[in-house]
Nanobody, 124 residues
Framework: VQLQASGGGLVQPGGSLRLSCAVS????????LGWFRQAPGKEREFVAA?????????YYADSVKGRFTISRDNAMNTMYLQMNSLKPEDTAVYYC?????????????????WGQGTLVTVSS
């Protein structure tokens, strides 16, 4: 499975941005897809996850709940992260990843494949 994240950039506080993650290869092995982020000097942390099929159940970190929306387009093999009401503390490199299990989705080691990151900077 190959994943490629895109859509990062510079945005003002309160603004919006949509990230995309293109998925290719053996996509049928991906049970859940997730977004993680890593701010400068901090550990990579869970942002959100979505089940690739069967209803697309979603999970969010408390820090983004109500502001971010994860979604997927199976026909396009693409996952999205719509980020609204962005704050300076959302500044980070955002990564997409896939896992063959539905367990411990907030844990990095649960994920089998990772894409390269895309930088999101929230600043005035």
């Amino acid at each position: 499975v190959q994943l490629q994240a895109s859509g990062g950039g510079l945005v003002q506080p309160g603004g919006s941005l949509r990230l995309s993650c293109a998925v290719s290869g053996r996509t049928r092995t991906s049970y859940f897809l997730g977004w993680f982020r890593q701010a400068p000097g901090k550990e990579r942390e869970f942002v959100a996850a979505i089940r690739w099929s069967f209803g697309g159940i979603t999970y969010y970190a408390d820090s983004v709940k109500g502001r971010f929306t994860i979604s997927r387009d199976n026909a396009m093999n693409t996952m999205y992260l719509q980020m609204n009401s962005l704050k300076p503390e959302d500044t980070a490199v955002y990564y997409c990843a896939s896992t063959q299990t539905g367990l411990n989705l907030w844990v990095l080691s649960s994920y089998d494949y990772w894409g390269q990151g895309t930088l999101v900077t929230v600043s005035s």
